[in-house]
């Protein structure tokens, strides 16, 4: 046994302390867990193993448009490759970047049970799949490669791994992050993209910015599951220092309910629509159920989870003697519905664990992306100076081909031919191999002029290229340029309300009037159309919406506000009517028109924020809004969808809305509703396409069946390539539409010149276009209305009607004079 420890020789052992030794060991290890598993690099804002992830999925090209692959086979590949650690770990971290309540821009699509807000598990990972994200893929992957980005070699030095990704956006704050490390945790909320690019690009153009004007463009968190910050002083202090306490509430709403039975029963409950980041339906309502019965909480006498696809309903039904604020008050401080979010915004900086503010995360950002941009353009630069020196000899052989190929011809070998080539030409070795290689097919005069359009191209692309490498400014604007781009592909509206001092001393608490119904096994609940207060809009008022969607009430007394916001809709409060608004889903809904504003309010309030959190989270806009009742006669109302699906249902469809929203047709293919009308049977209707054909046929059961809310309704026009519908319209034969393209011409066009067809056809030439032009707007030309067409550089241009000529099917229409250069027609509205 002595002789087996004494293997080392004499000499060979060094005595240390054991509590140095335990020091050294300790922080290597903690340091190993800090920049290899815990913490995100401010960079890319990811962790080594969501980076691994999304490079591994990139090679096994799992691109948005390929399809799904199993979960299993994009784990094993993380594992074998890039990351030896547990499944199980790697399962969960591309879980939460599929899941869309825990990352406010997942960077995974996922296909199967991936868990819910409930906590429920996600199934196994060899049942569900997976590919990027739309968002990963163009701003995480797009130009990865050994030019851009340092790769260093895994862990058995068999493959290279990127140090970090190429990020063109800061995914650490839209993202935000989690993690505990060794004697240190990071926990960095989520934020709005709009924000945040926002603020880049004023950083940019303002290094030194003052906080409060930042804070400004960024004022707070944006939690994907919605919620309230209820407070904006722990959003100063984790901006300022990198560490604050947000508190942020759940959304409650109150309904009346009315239980019929024997004696008329009526109840107050809160209604729980959204729930503080991170909160656990489930384990909230099982908590709220054992206060009740522990007698700790108040007021309660049935709690139910009425949640579905459309969005989160939880339910507290109040006792009758129980106040809503008193109840609602315990809530809050007995239950997660209010809770305290600690930001603290740790992230690693040349490897360096660092808690920053928020102007050195945007700042760390640009620097990055700076050197992104100039390593890659200087990869670009060197591989078109490389190209052009090739092409260049390219050309000066074709000058001379016939004394090129003499010295071909005369050359004993390639070696010889490759030196008579330089000394007569008097061109580079590269440019010698280059032009022995070049196939006989480049002798073709079309080939030679590919070659000089081929080095001019490079030419220009070359000095664009060095215009960008010799002036920051100009880098800077190419930047900009890219952010301003993701911004309009990606970015969307704020989720997370951030309340005013004001608003959260008011109260959390608004009424809903909508009409919900529930069904148990001794009676039907149904939530009355009675509201806590009575209504604020006067009888004689009426309702009025913009073309931004904002909507408020205007008394006829008073004069319309002034404003470049034109109003595009106004109806009369009717008596006992419900305002109806359907969006871009293919949802209907029911707004309570006591939480309309005034006209006089000077904060707009859109259409879509009226609407329940649900709609506001999976809807781009409200498409129409109307009173019901329409009309005393039956009506059949028309859908018609983005990509030219075509539905008919009846109108009556729409009564007894509830809060959920009612779906009248279902898309796929990321269609959505574009449309809609009122029709009856044997009324004609005209669909327009960008590509200015004109499709006119007849309402009938033949060809356009009355169809149920769950179908997808019919081929409406055949859309040819990046083909869309402009425009639809019931129509007369005696009506006339006109014809508005976005170059800016247009012409009158009477619809008995356009013959009657079928659904499905193509339809009718209906606008002959000058140059390279598309149908921007079809109208009906209606008495007493106004048009005004909306130009790319947010000009309003009235449109005289009667000054509008008359043309046939092939003409291409008048210009309209007051159009600049380079100004084109983006859409046109109605008055």
């Given at each position: 046994?002595?002789?087996?420890?004494?293997?080392l020789?004499?000499?060979?052992?060094i005595?240390?302390?054991?509590?140095?030794?335990m020091?050294?060991s300790?922080l290597?290890?903690?340091?190993?867990v800090?920049?290899?598993?815990?913490?995100?690099?401010?960079?890319?804002?990811?962790?080594?193993?969501?980076?691994?992830?999304?490079?591994?999925?990139?090679?096994?090209?799992?691109t948005?448009?390929?399809?799904?692959?199993?979960?299993?086979?994009?784990?094993?590949?993380?594992?074998?490759?890039?990351?030896p650690?547990?499944?199980r770990?790697?399962?969960?971290?591309l879980?939460?970047m599929?899941?869309?309540?825990?990352?406010?821009?997942?960077?995974?699509?996922?296909?199967?049970?991936?868990?819910?807000?409930?906590?429920?598990?996600?199934?196994?990972?060899?049942?569900?799949?997976?590919r990027?994200?739309?968002?990963?893929?163009?701003?995480?992957?797009?130009?990865?490669?050994?030019?851009?980005?340092?790769?260093?070699?895994?862990?058995?030095?068999?493959?290279?791994?990127?140090?970090?990704?190429p990020?063109?956006?800061?995914?650490?704050?839209?993202?935000?992050?989690?993690?505990?490390?060794?004697?240190?945790?990071?926990?960095?909320?989520?934020?709005?993209?709009?924000?945040?690019?926002?603020?880049?690009?004023a950083?940019?153009?303002?290094?030194d910015?003052?906080?409060?004007?930042?804070?400004?463009?960024?004022?707070?968190?944006?939690?994907?599951?919605?919620?309230?910050?209820?407070?904006?002083?722990?959003?100063?202090?984790?901006?300022?220092?990198?560490?604050?306490?947000?508190?942020?509430?759940?959304?409650?709403?109150?309904?009346?309910l009315?239980?019929?039975?024997?004696?008329?029963?009526?109840?107050?409950?809160?209604?729980?629509?959204?729930?503080?980041?991170?909160?656990?339906?489930a384990a909230w309502?099982?908590?709220?159920?054992?206060?009740?019965?522990?007698?700790?909480?108040?007021?309660?006498?049935?709690?139910?989870?009425e949640?579905?696809?459309?969005?989160?309903?939880?339910?507290?039904?109040?006792?009758?003697?129980?106040?809503?604020?008193?109840?609602?008050?315990?809530?809050?401080?007995?239950?997660?519905?209010?809770?305290?979010?600690?930001a603290?915004m740790?992230?690693?900086?040349?490897?360096?664990?660092?808690?920053?503010p928020?102007?050195?995360?945007?700042?760390?950002?640009?620097?990055?992306?700076?050197?992104?941009?100039?390593?890659?353009?200087?990869?670009?630069?060197?591989?078109?100076?490389?190209?052009?020196?090739?092409?260049?000899?390219l050309?000066?052989?074709?000058?001379?081909?016939?004394?090129?190929?003499?010295?071909?011809?005369?050359?004993a070998?390639?070696?010889?031919?490759?030196?008579?080539?330089?000394?007569?030409?008097?061109?580079?070795?590269?440019?010698?191999?280059?032009?022995?290689?070049?196939?006989?097919r480049?002798?073709?005069?079309?080939?030679?002029?590919?070659?000089?359009?081929e080095?001019?191209?490079?030419?220009?692309?070359?000095?664009?290229?060095?215009?960008?490498?010799?002036?920051?400014?100009?880098?800077?604007?190419?930047?900009?340029?890219?952010?301003?781009?993701?911004?309009?592909?990606?970015?969307d509206?704020?989720?997370?309300?951030?309340?005013?001092p004001?608003?959260?001393?008011?109260?959390?608490?608004?009424?809903?009037?909508?009409?919900?119904?529930r069904?148990?096994?001794?009676?039907t609940?149904?939530?009355?159309?009675?509201?806590?207060?009575?209504?604020?809009?006067?009888?004689?008022?009426?309702?009025?919406?913009?073309?931004?969607?904002?909507?408020y009430?205007q008394?006829?007394?008073?004069?319309?506000?002034k404003?470049?916001?034109?109003?595009?809709?106004?109806?009369?409060?009717?008596?006992n009517?419900?305002?109806?608004?359907?969006?871009?889903?293919?949802?209907?809904?029911p707004?309570?028109?006591?939480?309309?504003?005034?006209?006089?309010?000077?904060?707009?309030?859109?259409?879509?924020?009226?609407?329940?959190?649900?709609?506001?989270?999976?809807?781009?806009?409200?498409?129409?809004?109307?009173?019901?009742?329409?009309?005393?006669?039956?009506?059949?109302?028309i859908?018609?969808?983005?990509?030219g699906?075509?539905?008919?249902?009846?109108?009556?469809?729409?009564?007894?809305?509830?809060?959920r929203?009612?779906?009248?047709?279902?898309?796929?293919?990321?269609?959505?509703?574009?449309?809609?009308?009122?029709?009856?049977?044997g009324?004609?209707?005209?669909?327009?396409?960008?590509?200015?054909?004109?499709?006119?046929?007849?309402?009938?059961?033949?060809?356009l069946?009355?169809?149920?809310?769950?179908?997808?309704?019919?081929?409406?026009?055949?859309?040819?390539?990046?083909?869309?519908?402009?425009?639809?319209?019931?129509?007369?034969?005696?009506?006339?539409?006109?014809?508005?393209?976005?170059?800016?011409?247009?012409?009158?066009l009477?619809?008995?010149?356009?013959?009657?067809?079928?659904?499905?056809?193509?339809?009718?030439?209906?606008?002959?276009?000058?140059?390279?032009?598309?149908?921007?707007?079809?109208?009906?030309?209606?008495?007493?209305?106004?048009?005004?067409?909306?130009?790319n550089?947010?000009?309003?241009?009235?449109i005289?009607?009667?000054s509008?000529?008359?043309?046939?099917k092939?003409?291409?229409?008048?210009?309209?004079?007051?159009?600049?250069?380079?100004?084109?027609?983006?859409?046109?509205?109605?008055?």
């Amino acid at each position: 046994m002595a002789k087996q420890l004494n293997l080392l020789g004499s000499g060979q052992i060094i005595p240390t302390a054991l509590h140095a030794e335990m020091q050294r060991s300790y922080l290597e290890y903690a340091m190993s867990v800090i920049v290899g598993r815990a913490l995100p690099d401010v960079r890319d804002g990811l962790k080594p193993v969501h980076r691994r992830i999304l490079y591994a999925m990139h090679e096994l090209g799992l691109t948005p448009d390929r399809p799904f692959r199993k979960c299993a086979r994009v784990v094993g590949d993380v594992l074998g490759k890039y990351h030896p650690h547990g499944d199980r770990a790697v399962y969960d971290a591309l879980v939460r970047m599929v899941q869309d309540f825990s990352s406010r821009y997942p960077l995974l699509q996922g296909h199967g049970n991936f868990g819910s807000v409930d906590n429920d598990p996600p199934a196994a990972m060899r049942y569900t799949e997976t590919r990027l994200g739309e968002i990963a893929n163009e701003a995480m992957l797009t130009s990865i490669g050994e030019a851009t980005v340092d790769f260093t070699s895994n862990f058995d030095n068999s493959q290279q791994e990127p140090v970090v990704l190429p990020a063109q956006l800061p995914i650490l704050l839209l993202n935000g992050c989690a993690g505990i490390a060794v004697g240190m945790a990071t926990n960095i909320p989520p934020h709005n993209l709009t924000e945040v690019v926002d603020g880049i690009i004023a950083l940019i153009d303002k290094p030194d910015l003052p906080d409060e004007k930042l804070w400004e463009l960024i004022p707070g968190p944006d939690f994907p599951t919605g919620g309230e910050i209820v407070d904006t002083a722990g959003i100063k202090d984790t901006y300022a220092t990198g560490r604050g306490i947000i508190p942020v509430r759940g959304v409650v709403k109150t309904e009346r309910l009315v239980i019929p039975g024997r004696r008329r029963k009526e109840r107050t409950a809160l209604v729980v629509t959204e729930l503080p980041f991170q909160v656990n339906k489930a384990a909230w309502i099982e908590k709220v159920a054992d206060l009740v019965n522990q007698g700790r909480l108040e007021g309660i006498a049935d709690i139910r989870d009425e949640s579905d696809r459309s969005g989160m309903r939880v339910v507290v039904e109040l006792k009758r003697d129980a106040t809503a604020k008193k109840v609602l008050r315990q809530l809050y401080k007995q239950t997660p519905l209010q809770s305290n979010f600690g930001a603290i915004m740790l992230a690693l900086v040349d490897n360096e664990p660092l808690q920053l503010p928020l102007r050195k995360i945007l700042q760390e950002f640009i620097d990055f992306r700076e050197e992104t941009l100039t390593r890659q353009y200087n990869h670009e630069l060197e591989l078109n100076q490389r190209r052009l020196h090739l092409v260049a000899g390219l050309l000066a052989a074709l000058k001379k081909i016939d004394r090129a190929i003499d010295l071909l011809r005369q050359a004993a070998d390639g070696s010889t031919a490759k030196i008579a080539l330089i000394e007569e030409l008097a061109i580079s070795e590269a440019q010698a191999d280059a032009i022995l290689a070049m196939p006989l097919r480049r002798l073709t005069g079309l080939e030679r002029q590919k070659l000089q359009s081929e080095y001019e191209e490079l030419e220009t692309r070359i000095g664009e290229l060095e215009l960008l490498l010799g002036s920051r400014h100009e880098l800077m604007k190419a930047l900009k340029k890219e952010l301003r781009s993701l911004k309009r592909k990606y970015g969307d509206d704020r989720r997370t309300r951030i309340l005013s001092p004001a608003e959260v001393k008011k109260s959390a608490l608004t009424s809903a009037t909508s009409k919900a119904t529930r069904k148990t096994k001794e009676t039907t609940a149904t939530v009355a159309t009675v509201s806590e207060s009575t209504p604020t809009i006067p009888d004689n008022a009426a309702i009025e919406v913009t073309e931004k969607g904002n909507i408020y009430w205007q008394q006829p007394e008073i004069s319309a506000k002034k404003s470049d916001d034109l109003v595009v809709y106004s109806e009369p409060v009717a008596k006992n009517a419900q305002l109806i608004a359907i969006a871009d889903t293919g949802k209907a809904y029911p707004v309570d028109i006591n939480e309309i504003p005034p006209a006089s309010q000077t904060t707009p309030t859109s259409l879509l924020s009226l609407l329940p959190a649900s709609a506001q989270r999976d809807a781009n806009r409200v498409v129409a809004q109307f009173f019901r009742p329409y009309n005393a006669k039956p009506l059949d109302l028309i859908l018609l969808s983005e990509k030219g699906r075509i539905k008919r249902i009846p109108a009556s469809e729409l009564e007894n809305l509830t809060n959920r929203g009612l779906m009248l047709i279902k898309f796929k293919d990321g269609d959505r509703l574009q449309q809609i009308d009122f029709v009856k049977e044997g009324m004609e209707m005209a669909i327009a396409t960008s590509g200015g054909r004109i499709l006119r046929f007849v309402v009938n059961d033949e060809q356009l069946p009355v169809m149920g809310r769950n179908a997808l309704g019919n081929l409406a026009v055949r859309l040819r390539f990046h083909e869309k519908i402009v425009g639809c319209y019931v129509v007369n034969s005696d009506n006339n539409l006109l014809l508005i393209s976005q170059q800016g011409y247009i012409k009158g066009l009477r619809v008995s010149k356009i013959r009657l067809g079928s659904l499905g056809d193509i339809g009718t030439n209906a606008l002959q276009f000058a140059k390279k032009d598309t149908l921007a707007a079809m109208v009906l030309d209606r008495p007493n209305t106004q048009i005004i067409a909306l130009t790319n550089t947010q000009r309003k241009i009235p449109i005289v009607t009667e000054s509008v000529s008359f043309w046939g099917k092939d003409g291409i229409g008048d210009r309209l004079p007051k159009l600049k250069a380079n100004e084109t027609v983006e859409s046109v509205i109605c008055l």
